[in-house]
């Protein structure tokens, strides 16, 4: 439990996350999808809204309250995914398909 308190773990969380979102950003530009400010500030409220869901099972299952988890879980978890794909058709709208 020590290490998930340190500095350095959560330094490695930050490169991950950096690392992600560049990543992110290349697929996108490969696919011609622009990216304007406010689809960023979705990208990164979605993410924030996944995180918790992970976060909420992940502690309620540590606490053992499975129930809870269970039905957080489902929740939380249909809200993301529909959220997911909502946010997909967002970005992908009024892009032409690729010709490949």
Do not use: Q, Y
């Not at 998930?4 to 992110?24: H, P, T």
């Not at 409220?45 to 976060?55: E, S």
Request: overall charge neutral; some cysteine.
């Amino acid at each position: 439990m020590d290490f998930i308190n340190s500095g350095i773990f959560w330094m490695i969380e930050g490169v991950f996350l950096c690392v992600s979102l560049a990543g992110f950003k290349i697929w996108m530009d490969d696919r011609a999808i622009g990216l304007s400010l406010w689809k960023w500030a979705l990208v990164i409220i979605w993410v924030c809204l996944f995180g918790i869901t992970i976060a909420f099972v992940g502690t309620s299952l540590g606490e053992g309250e499975v129930v809870a988890a269970t039905k957080g879980g489902l929740l939380f978890g249909l809200v993301t995914a529909i959220s997911g794909v909502v946010l997909w058709r967002l970005l992908n709208s009024g892009n032409k398909p690729n010709d490949r």
